[in-house]
């Protein structure tokens, strides 16, 4: 059965003799086992990669958090060399809440949270919990349009209005959209929002969260000019149900422009405590700790690193503010609102 061959020190399987057809299958037999050997192994050595980059990146979030290292420059550009030695510079994609969304490669501002799953878990959370009852939603600062999906896939009869000028941003705002079947639902305004209507110049950042109208905050001179509205004239006749602001450091001017909606709606506002970025957007951090205590019962803090939320009073707020702590604030004063987001206590 043995080939005269044997003697020459060739492979076992050359030895046999074996029709030329027979042979063939089995080099691309085990030419084909060999590729999936190498391509398990490729992929064996990626998601180590990933799940290493990811490791790294929620261990430093939880010792960094409410920490002044947790702000520095260095600290963000670590995150970002880190999530990419993870995970590329290729798109990707993930599902949030029931939505799907399609993100761009690199990013190290808000993607790698979005990845890693933990990304204002407990907001999106309440959020979309309010949102069942809500009819008008305000996504201010839509950027890629998590919120404005999580809050349009909660009911079937709500309006979404997003508003983003970012021109990348606003690509993967209604790409995110219509991908999730909202776009009857969602309505993308390609603007500003702040307290007076007009233009203004938007600075834009590597990152695709830190897109801001205030120049020191984007820490780049690549900039667009971009329309601006104000929640006031735009809601003029409308009751608005829930407000979310993310506008890097230009918070306080959004809540300026929308004082008749929060005097005359209450609608349960959704905002950012970061006083080094309202201090660059020309705002004392104080003024929306007025605005909110004044115009609404409770307040409540996220704490996201730690998932708390906790009621806080005036005078607990501005002890944040002096402390310098970044945190996340929920303001409510329908009574069914309070009830929503009271329930994450504890």
């Known amino acids: 059965m043995l080939a005269a061959g044997h003697a020459c020190g060739l492979p076992a399987w050359r030895r046999l003799r074996l029709p030329p057809r027979n042979e063939a299958v089995v080099v691309r037999t085990l030419q084909l086992d060999w590729g999936r050997l190498m391509a398990d192994q490729f992929g064996t050595v ?5 799940t290493l980059s990811m490791l790294t990146i929620r261990g430093a979030r939880r010792v960094l958090a409410h920490t002044p290292v947790e702000r520095w420059p260095i600290t963000s550009w670590l995150r970002g060399r880190v999530f990419r030695y993870g995970y590329g510079d290729s798109e990707l994609s993930v599902t949030v809440r029931g939505v799907t969304l399609s993100l761009p490669g690199g990013d190290a501002s808000i993607v790698p949270s979005l990845v890693g799953g933990y990304y204002e878990e407990l907001e999106l959370a309440i959020f979309e919990q309010l949102a069942r009852d809500a009819s008008l939603i305000a996504d201010v600062g839509g950027n890629i349009g998590l919120y404005s999906c999580v809050g349009a896939a909660a009911a079937p009869s709500i309006r979404v209005v997003a508003f983003e000028p ?9 790409r995110n959209v219509n991908t999730n079947g909202l776009a009857e639902r969602v309505e993308v305004v390609a603007a500003a929002v702040s307290d007076q209507p007009g233009t203004a110049r938007l600075h834009l950042a590597d990152g695709i969260g830190n897109h801001s109208l205030a120049a020191g905050r984007a820490n780049s001179q690549t900039y667009v000019d971009v329309e601006v509205k104000t929640i006031d004239g735009y809601f003029a006749d409308e009751r608005l149900d829930l407000l979310k602001v993310d506008v890097e450091g230009f918070d306080v001017h959004v809540l300026r422009g929308a004082k008749s909606r929060l005097h005359g709606d209450r609608p349960a506002v959704f905002v950012e405590l970061l006083t080094e970025r309202l201090e660059e957007g ?7 700790v007025t605005m909110l205590c004044d115009s ?24 944040l503010v002096e402390e310098r702590v970044h945190t996340n604030l929920i303001a409510v004063e329908r009574p069914e609102q309070v009830a929503v987001v009271a329930g994450f206590i504890g």
Do not use: W
Not at 46 to 50: D, H, K, V
């Open 166 to 174: 970012a021109p990348l941003n606003l690509d993967y705002l209604r």
């Open 46 to 50: 990626a998601r180590l990669r990933q």
């Open 296 to 319: 609404y019962g409770h307040v409540f803090v996220v704490d996201e690193p730690r998932r708390v939320v906790r009621e806080a009073s005036r005078e607990e707020l501005l002890a």
């Open 282 to 288: 020309g705002a004392a951090p104080q003024e929306l």
